[in-house]
């Protein structure tokens, strides 16, 4: 199952075809379309799912310096909180790490969508359907709620592993002073035999 979910976080086109052969059926079933029109929607849902999908891992590479297949396993370890043993992805993980904070921070676009919905809610209410806009309403406030949730929940996570990468990064330093260290006493010990 591991290497289901591993193989699908890698491949777009794989992602792609599990959201159409979801969303077609759903659509047809929900819709009062035929299935070759909901087919056509599910198609373009697709398409403009994955790609978002595509330049969010295109931008997450970049950030990380990573090949875009490097950065699929790595956003994997990062949302599992795994660090890496190797120096380079750790200094890669870390890259992708303050990248995705910074992202989570100036998320604006959402305070926008919010106040969109709640001039849709009050403008419905207003035109007399009070049940409908009510309705809306909560929707969104439990939208937002469980948005914000996991937000902090993701920036929770982010901190803790931020922490520690540094304190690894940290313990490595030291490594290193040691062994700095010990040259230096081996070359005073060897100095001082001759």
């Known amino acids: ?7 699908l976080e890698r491949h777009l086109g794989a992602q792609a075809l599990l959201i159409l052969l979801v969303a077609w059926p759903a ?15 599910a198609a373009v849902f ?12 295109r931008r997450d590479s970049k950030a990380a310096g990573l090949s ?9 370890r990062l949302r ?4 890496p043993r190797r120096r380079r992805e750790r200094v890669a993980m870390y890259r992708l790490l303050v990248h995705r904070r910074h992202r989570m921070r100036h998320a604006w676009i959402a305070l926008p969508a919010l106040a ?8 419905v209410i207003v035109k007399g359907a009070v049940g409908a806009g009510l309705f ?9 709620a469980v948005g914000a949730w996991g937000s902090h929940r993701q920036l ?14 940290e313990r490595e330093r030291e490594r290193e002073r040691e062994r700095e260290r010990q040259r230096a006493r081996a070359r005073v010990h060897v100095s001082a035999g001759a």
């Open 1 to 7: 199952m591991r290497k289901l979910t591993q193989g």
């Open 68 to 76: 875009e297949d490097d950065a699929a396993d790595l956003d994997r």
């Open 156 to 169: 929770t996570r982010l901190r803790r592993l931020e922490e520690s990468l540094v304190l690894e990064r």
């Open 80 to 83: 599992h909180g795994e660090i």
């Open 27 to 41: 659509l047809a079933f929900t819709g009062r379309e035929s299935w070759s029109g909901s087919f056509a929607r």
């Open 136 to 144: 809306l309403l909560a929707v969104l406030v439990c939208v937002t």
């Open 46 to 57: 697709t398409a403009v799912g994955t790609a978002v999908l595509a330049f969010d891992r």
């Open 116 to 123: 969109v919905g709640i001039a849709t809610a009050l403008a």
